[in-house]
C-alpha cells in the first residue's frame, strides 16, 4: 500500500524558513516524480513544484521560484520542501503526492500545515 | 484565478443526478492529459473519486462516472446521498509549464 506521510508544518515568522518532510513507503521511490500541493484555508488546491524520480529536474511555477526549493533523498524514501523567505501568503496545508507513471491515480499524503504570522 | 473552470456550487436531492464540469483549455484537458477528480471534505485532504478520466479506483461507489471531450470533462454522479457531499475539485497536467498540475476552483456539493 502506497504512504506517504509529511511533517515538518509548524508556526513561523514572516521572512523565516522551514523544511518539510515527505516520506514515502509501498513503492519503488526513485521511480516516481514527485510534487508538492498546498492549499491556503477556505481555497483551493495550488501546485507549487515538481521533482524527478533520480532528482536531477525540478518543475516548479514562478510564483515560488527561488523562495520554495524541492529536493528528494532517494536513499531515505523522502522528499523535501525548503521553505525560505516566507510570507504570510504562503500559509497553507502542504500535501507530498505521487505522480503516476502511466494512468492511475495519484497518491496524496495527509498534508502538514504551515502558519506564517507574527 | 484557477486554470481549469468550475462551477462554484451544484445541489440536488437524495437519489436525483448532477453533473461537474471542468472547462480547460488546449494546453491541458484539450492536450489529452489524464483528468483526475478529487472529493475533499473540511478538514481532511483530497481523495480521488475518478482518475484518467473515466476510471473509480476500489472503492468507489459505480454511481460516480467520469468523461471527457475537446476542452472540458464532467464527473457525474447519480443516485445522490448524503454522504456525497463535499468539495469537488478537477486536476490535469498543462503543456505551458513542463511538470505542472491545474486544477479547478473546486464544486461544493449540497445534497438537499
Known amino acids: 500500500e502506497v504512504q506517504l506521510l509529511e511533517s515538518g508544518g509548524g508556526l513561523v515568522s514572516p521572512g523565516g524558513s522551514l523544511r518539510l518532510s515527505c516520506v514515502a513507503s509501498g513503492f519503488t521511490f526513485s521511480d516516481y516524480t514527485m510534487t508538492w500541493v498546498r492549499q491556503a484555508p477556505g481555497k483551493g488546491l495550488e501546485w507549487v513544484s515538481s521533482i524527478g524520480g533520480s532528482g536531477d529536474t525540478t518543475y516548479q511555477p514562478d510564483s515560488v521560484k527561488g523562495r520554495l526549493i524541492i529536493s528528494r533523498d532517494n536513499s531515505k524514501n523522502t522528499l523535501y520542501l525548503h521553505l525560505n523567505s516566507l510570507r504570510v501568503e504562503d500559509s497553507a496545508i502542504y500535501y507530498c503526492?505521487?505522480?503516476?507513471?502511466?494512468?492511475?491515480?495519484?497518491?496524496w499524503g495527509q498534508g502538514t500545515l504551515v502558519t506564517v504570522s507574527s | 484565478q484557477s486554470v481549469l473552470t468550475q462551477p462554484p456550487s451544484v445541489s440536488g436531492a437524495p437519489g436525483q443526478r448532477v453533473i461537474i464540469s471542468c472547462a480547460g483549455s488546449g494546453s491541458n484537458i484539450g492536450a489529452n492529459f489524464d483528468v483526475h477528480w478529487y472529493r475533499q471534505v473540511p478538514g481532511t485532504a483530497p481523495k480521488v473519486v475518478i482518475y484518467?478520466?473515466?476510471n473509480r479506483p476500489s472503492g468507489v461507489p459505480d454511481r460516480f462516472s467520469g468523461s471527457k471531450s475537446g476542452t472540458s470533462a464532467s464527473l457525474a454522479i447519480t443516485g445522490l446521498q448524503a454522504e456525497d457531499e463535499g468539495n469537488y475539485f478537477c486536476?490535469?497536467?498543462?503543456?505551458?509549464?513542463?511538470?505542472?498540475?491545474?486544477f479547478g476552483g473546486g464544486t461544493k456539493l449540497t445534497v438537499l
Open positions: 503526492a505521487r505522480v503516476p507513471i502511466s494512468v492511475g491515480p495519484p497518491d
Open positions: 486536476q490535469t497536467y498543462d503543456s505551458s509549464l513542463t511538470g505542472s498540475w491545474v
Open positions: 484518467s478520466d473515466t
